[in-house]
């Protein structure tokens, strides 16, 4: 059962998604848009202080990560979520091979730091339980890594649920029913792709940035993130950036921008703005470009970007050579599709987000449906993970980890020292 600490973290990180990812990270007006819209404005004087999480995950078949051949394991999880910290205690219900276990997840200060044991009993003593940070045995392992966040805040922001939802919408990929809003995700990424593609087929040699700018995809996607992001806000955080990159190496003396971005126009959306960046000749002057960026031709760009040796790209050419690619690599034939290698695929074939609402429209839940399959040869891998967050306006109390061991690089250590040492160490990246 130890081989399966690794799924143990990773149901930890899946649980605080089915939380947060939904909140964390769009003619006439439809039915459905107008409930994400009334919803928007219902849920926005709400409190949120703690979520309930819940969930099942389900594995199969042979695996890399598996050396012992075909195997199964059902883990049940249920939890608590301080959605101010995003600090998190779940508890793992493990069905396996070889009988019911019982292991913990902790969540502080964006580290995930599961029990470093199995236990055929729930322990009797919590602060003598051995922890690992499993970021960095991920790191060190064949899932992958994972970046450590350190300290740094997470901000809940619900407006994300119905920026989602709205570019759901505008895809024909979310289902009105019962105060619920289900969110296809599948058949999102699927009609995204084909604007992708329509994108792609249309490019000429007189294709500008403009011109691709027009694409639905721009439009869809800026129009929701309108939602998140405004026109001003936007405006203003990149300004703050400006003003910050000039002030590096400086003196005392405040030193000025060598340039600003033009203020939007009163109401003026997030798509319509960036495309006003697009077309305006001063911010291109400034680039020591002599036309506005939104002219630029795409397979000028293409060229430049590839170099100056051999002979120029055409439209045709890149056209043809980048839909080959994308043909070899990207399925949307059942589920979604991704080919690494002949014969190393990985499949989703069901990725659903549903967002629960009560009789006032103020959000009240979101939870996460997806299965997925790795295929590497006659290696067969299988996974699937049904969670839910149910929010609430109550404050909750977590337990105290700070002084529990911590295994760490062959040493023990207690968790608040280990996250003492990640906050001093300017070193740790995002």
Do not use: H
């Amino acid at each position: 059962m130890k081989k399966f600490k690794r799924f143990i973290a990773l149901g930890g990180a899946i649980a605080v998604a089915a939380g947060s990812f939904a909140l964390s990270a769009c003619g006439g007006e439809s039915e459905t848009q107008k409930f994400i819209n009334e919803s928007q404005e219902a849920t926005a004087s709400a409190t949120y202080n703690s979520a309930a999480v819940t969930g099942t995950i389900d594995m199969s078949g042979t695996s890399p990560l598996n050396e012992a051949g075909a195997t199964r394991l059902s883990i049940d999880l249920d939890g608590l979520l301080d959605i101010k910290t995003f600090d998190m205690d779940l508890n793992a219900g493990i069905e396996g091979e070889d009988g019911p276990e019982y292991g913990y997840i902790f969540m502080r200060d964006m580290q995930v730091f599961p029990s470093a044991d199995t236990y055929a009993q729930v322990p009797a003593d919590f602060s003598q339980v051995t922890l690992v940070p499993s970021f960095n045995e991920l790191a060190n392992g064949s899932i992958g890594t994972v970046g450590s966040a350190g300290a740094m805040p997470v901000a809940f922001s619900t407006d994300s649920v119905f920026a989602l939802a709205t570019l759901a919408e505008s895809y024909s990929a979310v289902t009105l029913s019962d105060d619920s809003l289900t969110l296809n995700m599948v058949a999102l990424m699927s009609a995204m792709y084909d604007d992708v593609l329509t994108m792609i087929n249309s490019l000429t040699d007189e294709t500008t940035i403009s011109d691709i700018y027009a694409n639905n995809l721009f439009v869809n996607t800026f129009n929701a993130a309108n939602i998140v992001v405004s026109a001003e806000q936007l405006y203003t955080l990149v300004n703050l950036v400006i003003f910050s990159l000039s002030q590096d190496g400086a003196t005392d003396a405040i030193q000025p921008p060598a340039f600003t971005l033009p203020e939007p126009e009163d109401g003026q959306s997030l798509y319509d703005y960036i495309g006003s960046l697009l077309g305006n000749e001063d911010l291109a002057a400034l680039a020591g470009i002599d036309t506005p960026v939104g002219e630029l031709k795409i397979v000028d760009l293409i060229n430049l970007l590839a170099g100056s040796s051999g002979v120029p790209v055409t439209a045709e050419q890149f056209k043809e050579a980048l839909l080959a690619e994308l043909n070899a690599v990207i399925s949307f034939e059942n589920g979604f599709t991704l080919t690494v290698a002949e014969g190393v695929y990985a499949s989703i074939t069901n990725m659903t987000v549903t967002y629960g609402f009560d009789g006032e429209g103020v959000l009240t839940s979101s939870a996460a449906k997806f299965a997925f399959a790795f295929v590497d040869g006659e290696d067969e891998y299988s996974a699937s993970f049904d969670l839910t967050a149910n929010y609430s306006a109550e404050s909750v109390t977590l337990r105290d980890i700070n002084s529990n061991p911590l295994s760490y690089n062959g040493q023990l250590t207690t968790v608040r020292e280990y996250l003492n040492s990640l906050n001093s160490d300017v070193s740790v990246t995002g």
